[in-house]
């Protein structure tokens, strides 16, 4: 078990409590969401290729097929879908919507980020897989727009994850959002779309932050 007995009060929910399942074989097994759900090793920082030549290729690849993935976090949400309709069609771009975290590779937050919602962004993040870009839509996401001084929104986003572009407005318009892909493009070309990296790396920083706004921290400190 990853939790100690000091903190186990804090996972004492029925989401988390171990149960019999059933499975289509018509076998039952034991289901625990901590260990099962949940992972405690920590982020690992993945070194380029040896060979730039590979690294070259591969950073081209990547730039050509971004997998996005489609959590509203805001009002700009309501400019994500207007990019894959015929007249704007980020396909041509490759660029591509998925449900899901395991599928992506592009984080969208768009535009002002609840803390409770910010928890879930954590998790959402960390259970993509590397490499991994964040695109932050919005003054929001720069100093918390108009909500700068709300008691229950953040200021800025990159005290939390890290963010690789940053497309401005409020909201920022369809074309705005593309220029901002074709500047991720241009980043993971160049080798410059480190953030995932830069997450492993400053680690304990960030989950110090995360940890010093979410008050009801009640999951495993990495939770992929």
């Not at 625990?32 to 690294?55: G, L, S, T, W």
């Not at 050509?64 to 309709?85: D, H, M, N």
């Not at 005290?159 to 940053?166: F, I, N, S, T």
């Not at 830069?198 to 400190?221: C, E, R, S, T, V």
Request: glycine fraction near 8%.
């Amino acid at each position: 078990m990853m939790v100690d007995d000091k903190n186990k009060k804090k996972f004492d929910n029925p989401h988390y409590a171990k149960r019999e399942v059933i499975g289509p074989d018509g076998k039952s097994f034991i289901v625990d969401p901590m260990n099962d759900y949940f992972c405690d090793a920590r982020p690992k920082v993945h070194e380029p290729n040896i060979i730039p030549a590979v690294e070259k290729f591969l950073n081209w690849a990547r730039s050509k097929s971004l997998w996005v993935l489609g959590f509203g976090t805001g009002c700009g949400s309501i400019e994500i879908p207007p990019l894959i309709t015929p007249r704007f069609d980020v396909f041509r771009f490759g660029i591509q919507m998925r449900p899901t975290p395991r599928q992506s590779n592009v984080f969208i937050i768009s535009g002002y980020l609840s803390v409770k919602t910010l928890k879930r962004v954590i998790r959402s993040y960390e259970q993509m897989q590397n490499p991994k870009y964040v695109l932050a839509l919005g003054s929001c996401t720069v100093n918390g727009g108009m909500y700068y001084d709300s008691y229950n929104t953040i200021n800025r986003l990159d005290y939390y994850l890290p963010v690789d572009v940053y497309i401005a407005g409020c909201m920022p318009r369809p074309e705005a959002i593309i220029a901002g892909f074709n500047k991720l493009k241009e980043l993971i070309r160049e080798g410059k779309g480190e953030g995932a990296n830069l997450y492993a790396k400053n680690f304990d920083w960030y989950k110090a932050n995360q940890k010093k706004i979410i008050k009801d921290w009640n999951m495993p400190d990495y939770n992929w």
